[in-house]
Every structure is written in structure tokens, then in C-alpha cells.
Nanobody, 124 residues
Framework: QVQLVESGGGLVQAGGSLRLSCAAS????????AGWFRQAPGKEREFVAT????????YYRDSVKGRFTISRDNAKNTVYLQMNSLKPEDTAVYYC?????????????????WGQGTQVTVSS
């Protein structure tokens, strides 16, 4: 079993930055593809970014390209989401996800493991 614990959320003004972290335990982290999803109030959970097991390839939703960067440090069993130029529409609970069998985690159904989520609020 894998446990994922997110941290780094908070309240920030529009244009500001936050870095989310997701610490994994219970399994060799380099054997897991990882990703970030988010869910705003009244909306469905949506894909944000994903990274391969080795970290050599990433993929983003269009609305965060050029502003968000996903990365990972397998030695620290951690995946990160650097969020710059934040907008009020980025406000959501952000979830870390991981899966063992595929290259990416780009769909909720692909995830084998989920974190508990961390709140990100961007004020205008």
C-alpha cells in the first residue's frame, strides 16, 4: 500500500506562487507514475499535470502550461507542483495521485493511490 501526503497549500494573491509537495511512503517511489489533480467547489475533479516514473517526461492541461511545473525527486520520494502566476480560477483542493502500471496519471480512473488533498485559494 502507498500513502501520499500533500503539503504546501494556502492563501495567495493573484499573480503569486506556491509549491505543493507530495510525499510518498510504502513503496519504491520510482516505480510509480505521479500526477496532480484539482477539484473546485461544485465542479468535477480535473487533471492538472503528470510526470513519468523517471521524471523524463511531463504533460499539462492547457490552462496551466507555462505557469505550473511538475517535478519529482525519487531519492526523497516526493513529487512537486510549482505554481506561478496564480489566478483566482486556480482555486481548488489539489490532490496528488500515483499509479504503478502506466506511463502517466492523466485520468482519475488511472490512479491507484490518492492523497487527502491540500487547499489552494487565490484571491483577486
Amino acid at each position: 500500500q502507498v500513502q501520499l501526503v500533500e503539503s504546501g497549500g494556502g492563501l495567495v494573491q493573484a499573480g503569486g506562487s506556491l509549491r505543493l509537495s507530495c510525499a510518498a511512503s510504502g513503496r519504491t517511489f520510482s516505480s510509480l507514475a505521479a500526477g496532480w489533480f484539482r477539484q473546485a467547489p461544485g465542479k468535477e475533479r480535473e487533471f492538472v499535470a503528470t510526470i513519468t516514473k523517471s521524471g523524463d517526461s511531463t504533460y499539462y492541461r492547457d490552462s496551466v502550461k507555462g505557469r505550473f511545473t511538475i517535478s519529482r525527486d525519487n531519492a526523497k520520494n516526493t513529487v512537486y507542483l510549482q505554481m506561478n502566476s496564480l489566478k483566482p480560477e486556480d482555486t481548488a483542493v489539489y490532490y496528488c495521485a500515483a499509479q504503478s502500471s502506466g506511463w502517466y496519471v492523466a485520468l482519475s480512473a488511472q490512479a491507484d493511490y490518492w492523497g487527502q488533498g491540500t487547499q489552494v485559494t487565490v484571491s483577486s
